[in-house]
């Protein structure tokens, strides 16, 4: 994509900091944000302007496309700091490689990559006061693309904005979830745009999710839409589910996103010598795995939660409950990932990715 380097990465600096006003203790995922944000437009068919300046909101036309037809995309990633204060991200290539897999999929013109280097890195040493060290602390990294032409027809549009936020982080789930398994609504089909970081995507799950809480559950496993009998993602995560001792997973498809900690976890498994199914898997399957104590666990793995365990699902009204375990894959899995992403083990695969 066409980025114009006579239109060079500017800085304007905050005055003063926000951050002794944060409780970084109790912090609420996805609540409070660091002092800097990235913004750069696209406009007659080159990104330009790109700057990195103080946090705040932004001035778009009621009319921008995004608005109207939820032209837009976003990613999620982490950075973390070590013990020596250094900073790490965690395989920012796939992230960055998805988001414009994602644009492409939306209409949105894709992102230059020294760009995104370049803005994700500076910025990150401007707000690195915000990485908290210590396993369980994360500064969460939400870039996202809006579609900011002010025009209410129905096409793609022609300018758009770039933006990184930073938002530092714990955990996401706090403990383990109750799961319904989707009978009815559905998270994406055939051709549509499952696999894409599509915003729209996660909207249409909020209502479903809803009737969910009402009834005491906190997420959804997500099944096909055709007949609602393959297992596909939980909530915003992808899904594991652990039958005698293998991993399984349903296999990537344009319903179901390629996740960066899906497929960490399909490495450090395999490396291990767990066996990995990357195949469909039935809801009567499950339920048959439950019924027979041959199912040990369900996790969900994603960026934001890492791994979050579930305790029960439901489905047709009967509920099933998963007896804790001990020596859980989940949280074997969880440490071996929080270990590599803090920089506090080796890191076999070369996944972590240092910020200068
Ligand atoms: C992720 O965990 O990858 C997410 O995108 C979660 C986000 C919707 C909060």
Redesign the pocket.
């Known amino acids: 994509m066409i980025y114009q380097k006579s239109s060079p990465l500017t800085i304007e600096n905050i005055v003063n900091s926000k951050i002794n006003s944060v409780d970084f203790k109790n912090l609420k995922?996805?609540h409070v944000f660091t002092d800097y944000m990235f913004e750069c437009d696209y406009t007659d068919g080159s990104w330009v302007n790109p700057i990195i300046k103080p946090f705040g909101n932004l001035s778009i036309s009621p009319a921008s496309k995004v608005f109207h037809y939820g032209q837009a995309v976003f990613e999620?990633m982490k950075a973390y700091k070590d013990d020596q204060g250094k900073i790490w991200l965690f395989r920012p290539e796939e992230n960055f490689k998805r988001i414009n897999k994602s644009s492409k999929r939306l209409a949105i013109p894709e992102f230059p990559k020294d760009l995104f280097f370049e803005a994700l890195e500076k910025m990150l040493v401007l707000d690195k006061d915000w990485i908290k060290p210590g396993i369980g602390n994360s500064l969460y990294i939400r870039p996202f693309v809006i579609a900011t032409q002010a025009e209410v027809s129905a096409s793609p549009s022609n300018e758009y904005k770039f933006l990184i936020l930073f938002s530092p982080a714990q955990a996401?789930y706090a403990g383990d979830v109750k799961v319904v398994i989707a009978e009815h609504y559905s998270r994406s089909a055939d051709g549509g745009v499952g696999a894409a970081?599509a915003a729209g995507n996660?909207a249409a799950q909020f209502y479903p999710t809803n009737l969910a809480k009402e009834k005491g559950f906190q997420q959804i496993i997500w099944t096909d839409s055709k007949e609602h009998k393959y297992l596909e993602e939980a909530g915003?995560?992808n899904v594991f589910f652990r039958i005698n001792d293998t991993l399984i997973t349903a296999p990537v498809s344009d319903r179901i996103l390629d996740?960066v900690?899906r497929n960490s976890l399909i490495a450090l498994a395999k490396r291990d010598g767990i066996e990995v199914e990357e195949r469909k898997i039935t809801v009567e399957e499950l339920k048959e795995a439950s019924n027979n104590n041959t199912l040990k666990e369900i996790f969900g793995a994603?960026?934001?939660?890492v791994i979050s365990p579930v305790s029960d699902f439901s489905h047709k009204n009967q509920v099933y409950h998963l007896p804790k375990i001990k020596e859980s894959y989940a949280s074997i899995f969880k440490s071996k990932l929080l270990n590599i992403q803090h920089n506090t083990s080796e890191d076999s695969f070369g996944w972590r990715y240092p910020v200068q």
């Open positions: 995922f996805g999620g996401y970081k996660y915003t995560m996740g900690t994603g960026t934001a939660a």
